[in-house]
């Protein structure tokens, strides 16, 4: 079970400045039978906002996300978005962040960051300092899309012993079908350990078939190459995910997910969901059958392994 109280507050300080903040609280217990296992509250969202017509500065603890990627999202860097999940909940991240905004429609983004959730990090660096990341973002249009550029330096102080220089790129664009892609370049370096060089790539395409209602389908591939800077990179791992909506009505739809992931020396794991979608005024009601390798347990919707049911009602108001 699980409760997220949200207030919203805006003051129009001038007819182009305006003053705002945001909160949200995540109270939620998890149950298995009758015995209670946790049951736990914390903060999910504190954004201070200012705006004015070509600019925007947040602070405090919110999410930031980008890339034009779906399920495979090589730019998943501050968030924790399952595309699967009915809800779409994420923790967020404490960060200053300001954005301009230019005539031609191009923006920029940079911000600065502490204690950001990093695989890493965590498993390696000491935590008894919260280590500051800062990062850019310049996103261009183009004639039938976007391109995207991105920066990011993980912890400019060294506190937690594991340093990363991120570089991305990115591209969409929308012709008859639409196709995008995401590529990053990643120096990571620990003290006790030679520098690890990542190089990770995907590509995505989708369309809408004029099929009864309509029916939507995406495919996205994704490579990775791992391996010590200067050396060759032999170590390669890689993921495919299949996702496709049809709509049965006005509160009805249907989603179907497959996602198969390959790594060296291991059987290629599958991960299909089938689920359906029903709003009622306020009220949500999700179901999905799933099956869930052990290889691929502890993402963001935290499914259990095996195969199984999930049932998910939820309450707007």
Sequence with gaps: MRYIPQIRMDHQVSSSTRLGFDA????????????????????????????????????????????PARMLRVLQWFDQLDPRDPLALSPGVWAVMGRYYFENGANIRAWSMIDAPEPWRDSWGNQSEGPW????????????????LTLHQLDIGDVSGISESRAAMDVRLDAVVGIWSELMIAKTEHANSDPLGKLTAMVGVDYSFGIGNGLYVALESL???????????????GSTALMGTYTLGLADGLTAYLYAINLPHIDTQ?????????????????????????LAAGGSMA???????????????
Excluded: C
């Design 223 to 237: 490579t990775s190459h791992f391996g010590n800077v200067g050396e060759d990179i032999p170590w390669v791992a």
């Design 24 to 67: 949200a609280v995540d109270v939620y217990n998890h149950s298995l039978g009758d015995s209670l296992v946790t049951m736990d509250g914390e903060l999910y969202r504190f954004t201070f906002r200012y705006d004015t017509p070509n600019t925007q500065v947040r602070i405090g603890l919110q999410k930031i996300n980008f890339g």
């Design 133 to 148: 990341d800062i990062g850019g973002r310049l996103e261009y249009p183009l004639p039938a899309g976007t391109l995207g």
């Design 303 to 317: 499914l259990p392994t095996g195969t199984g049911i999930q049932l998910n009602i939820a309450f707007n108001h």
């Design 270 to 294: 599958y991960m299909p969901m089938l689920g359906w979608q029903h709003t009622s005024g306020n009220w949500l009601y999700y179901i999905a059958l799933y099956d869930m390798p052990e």
